[in-house]
């Protein structure tokens, strides 16, 4: 009988267990994707290259607990990786999100043998991708695909969207619904029979991500990687680290919009007929939605850092309903404003550079594209809703990925 932990070969990976290395590494490879971000947003090509570097370097393994052979390392690190990639290039950082979310529901509800097989799996250069919603449902968590019981054994037929991740994944991880009615995460070791993935994502931001369609048709998975979905009652971190990596995606989007805005003010915009100044970078009121725009970033970025120490400060042994809920409402403060200044700094980009800014050859309008784009993942308002609640009427917030 097939081993179902043996996985096809994978990238060799190296190992960071140093805080500060990782860091290091995410600052270079941001560097490298800085090399070509606006060909590859412009003509849809894929950061293949610098995706196998992320693995290669260790990236990949930095949230593995040491017991699994990886990197152990902090939520804040993580975050920080998360920031410095998305600055260069946010299609980039967004591929492997999933991976790290998934990551966590490894570590939250596999059993002890999913979880040292899955996770060396990573450690050893393994992507995870995701199975994402379905489109055509009633809402992000209805889950329409069935694994089924048939005397060939289970069998997975649905279709997905959103699936970020799934085309450049080693293994495919999904949500269906047993013969019980019950949700489950299937685990499908690529390639597969009977799963195809579409390269049909026209979004108008975040263009390189390959966030489209997946396709599976009686796809065989087997009984030892399926791990079903926690009950709503069971207090989980999955939601609060995925949201962590969110809120660090758009910070970098702002960061990247406003080093590219300070740039081409200083070097390609000419100043406003009244300002009465020689150079643009000195009109006073420019200067002062600068300054507003780095005020509400340094902001942003001082709650992403409270969140992800939130965060590693739970000891996971002691995980509450209590804990959990704090861990969410510290992410999702940190969300929305990341979320509104990714969205003004990638804006007044366009206005403070000028006309001449949007030419195409300059490609400064990916920023506020990757900024809509990414920021509707899941919507703001909730999450304001869940803090006011939290706080005026002590109402935890519902547990799923996106809180």
Known sequence: MTNPFDFPEAIQAAVLTEDDKAIQAARSLAEKAKVGAVARDQQRIYPRELLDQFTQI?????SVPRAFGGGG????TLAEVFRLISASDPSLGQIPQNHFGLIQFILGEGSAAQQQKLLQAVVSGKRLGNGGPEKNTRHTR????RLLSTEQGLRLTGEKFYSTGALFADILVTTALQDNGLPTMAFIPLPAEGVQIIDDWSGIGQRTTASGTVRLEQVAVDPA???P????????????VSQLIQA???????QGALDDALEFVRSSS????DANVERNADDPYLLADIGRISTELSAANALLKRAANVLDNIDPLALSVENSA????AVAEAKVLTTDVALRASEKLLEWGGSRATLLRHGLDRHWRNARTHTLHDPVRWKTHAIGHYYLNAVYPTRHAWI
């Open 248 to 254: 660090a995606i758009d910070a970098g989007i702002a």
């Open 58 to 62: 260790g990236l990949g393994s930095i």
């Open 142 to 145: 209805d889950v329409q695909a």
């Open 326 to 329: 704090r861990a969410s409402i």
């Open 270 to 273: 000419r100043p406003w007929v």
């Open 229 to 240: 979905l926690p009950s709503a009652e069971k207090p989980t971190l999955r939601g609060a």
């Open 73 to 76: 390392l902090s939520y804040q």
């Open 225 to 227: 990687l399926i791990i």
